[in-house]
């Protein structure tokens, strides 16, 4: 059972920047899309970002300007370039990777972001 392994999350002062890495533990065929979706306490998971298998970029409208999602086809891994971030974003932060038969994810990783 391939899975997918998190990395990168951890405590940031607001207006600081985190970098999150997704990469499978094996082959992933047939990728329709890959992106990474948020769960803070109390509320719904919710899409923070999504690149699709043609390239085209989705983001939710809170993270627009600051966050930045790209991918490693060679790898198919995902990455999440977040600067400076808010105490609003503080939250667990999922990868997901959907294909033609299945959706991946990630076990989560945590990003708080206070002073």
């Known amino acids: 059972q391939v899975q997918l392994v998190e990395s990168g999350g951890g405590l940031v002062q607001p207006g600081g920047s985190l970098r999150l890495s997704c990469s499978p533990s094996?082959?992933?065929?047939?990728?329709?899309?890959m992106g990474w979706y948020r769960q803070a306490p109390g509320k719904q998971r919710e899409l923070v970002a999504r690149?699709?298998?043609?390239?085209?970029?989705t983001y939710a409208d809170s993270v627009k300007g600051r966050f930045t999602i790209s991918r490693d086809n060679a790898k198919n891994a995902v990455y999440l370039q977040m600067n400076s971030l808010k105490p609003e974003d503080t939250a667990v932060y999922y990868c997901?990777?959907?294909?033609?038969?299945?959706?991946?994810w990630g076990q989560g990783t945590q990003v708080t972001v206070s002073s």
């Open positions: 997901n990777v959907q294909t033609t038969r299945i959706d991946y």
């Open positions: 690149i699709t298998g043609g390239g085209r970029i």
């Open positions: 094996g082959s992933i065929f047939s990728i329709t899309g």
